[in-house]
């Protein structure tokens, strides 16, 4: 089965067509005989099908609309970078639980950006802002850009955008291991997933590559109450553990409160990950447990 995204839809602002690259991509969506359907904003799309929320849900991660980023404010992104790269937004991932449920609703649909020039001289606005200090940005923090970087070619550009920055830098190389959830047995299950992740990294790193390159982030499970009632109305036999009463109640960075596991329970998946982050990547860079 090939795991190639490629959408049964595309929706595109006519404003794109002013972007060589808008104009590529409508061009070779055409050629491949998928449906074209002009919109007046890439925020605002309808004639998604589908007679439920699961339903529709399915059909907003087969559909692909490309627009022109318009706004010239990049979100924070802590603790992880100074700032969001906004390259992409959504995926095409089915992931029953997904913690963007709160920001993109029952509907996300995946949107790519083809005023890309702009959105780096935005970023490179904000690394001479900072100077002399060192500015970091997240290219996936609201977004998987690898499923679409073959229509796109953003990351690579973005990439060799960095490096041509040299007080700016991508996310680092390394792995996020999220969302962690408490269950019977989850010690011993993380632990196996910690181990084979560092089994492969050996297995496939290039030559002369350490892991003091690494970083390790780890999430643990939360959620909101809107995050909740659109996972349960689009997975309605969803077993996630989401009741409330069992976590303490936080608010976070972007004004909303989420629940989170008891600080006991965060006390102890804190120093496990530790733990086994020295045990099997003694070299790496832990950036964070939240």
């Known amino acids: 089965m090939s795991l190639e995204f490629i959408p049964t839809r595309v929706f595109y602002e006519p404003g794109a067509l002013d972007y060589p690259l808008g104009k590529t991509l409508v061009e070779r969506f055409k050629y491949m005989g998928i449906t074209m359907s002009p919109t007046t904003s890439h925020n605002r799309i309808t004639g998604i099908p589908g007679n439920t929320a699961a339903a529709q849900y399915r059909e907003a991660k087969r559909t692909l609309v490309i627009g022109v980023r318009r706004s010239k404010t990049f979100q924070s992104c802590k603790p992880s970078a100074h700032y969001q790269l906004p390259l992409v937004t959504s995926c095409p991932g089915m992931c029953e639980y997904c913690y963007l449920a709160t920001t993109l609703g029952k509907k996300p649909y995946v949107r790519i950006y083809v005023n890309l020039d702009e959105i780096l001289g935005i970023a490179s606005n ?12 997240e290219g996936a923090a609201t977004s998987d ?3 679409v970087e073959r229509y796109t070619g953003a990351l690579k550009q973005t990439i060799e955008f960095f490096g041509r920055e040299p007080n700016g830098r991508f996310h680092p190389l390394g792995f996020i291991i999220a969302p962690i959830f408490r269950f019977e047995g989850w010690q011993e299950a993380y632990r196996q997933l910690m181990e084979r992740s560092a089994e492969e ?17 780890f999430i643990s499970h939360r959620f ?20 409330e009463d069992e976590r303490k109640f936080k608010y976070g960075q972007f004004g909303y409160g989420k629940y989170i596991y008891q600080p006991e329970e965060m006390q102890e998946m804190k120093e496990f990950f530790q733990d086994q982050a020295k045990r099997y990547f003694p070299l790496a ?6």
């Open 145 to 147: 850009p690898i499923p």
């Open 126 to 137: 904000l690394i001479k802002e900072r100077l002399p200090e060192m500015t970091q940005f």
């Open 285 to 290: 860079q832990v950036e964070y447990f939240i």
């Open 201 to 217: 990294l050996v297995k496939r790193a290039p030559s002369g590559w350490s892991s003091e390159q690494l970083t390790l982030e």
């Open 224 to 243: 909101t109450s809107k995050a909740k009632a659109t996972i349960l109305e689009v997975f309605p036999n969803s077993s996630l553990p989401m009741v």
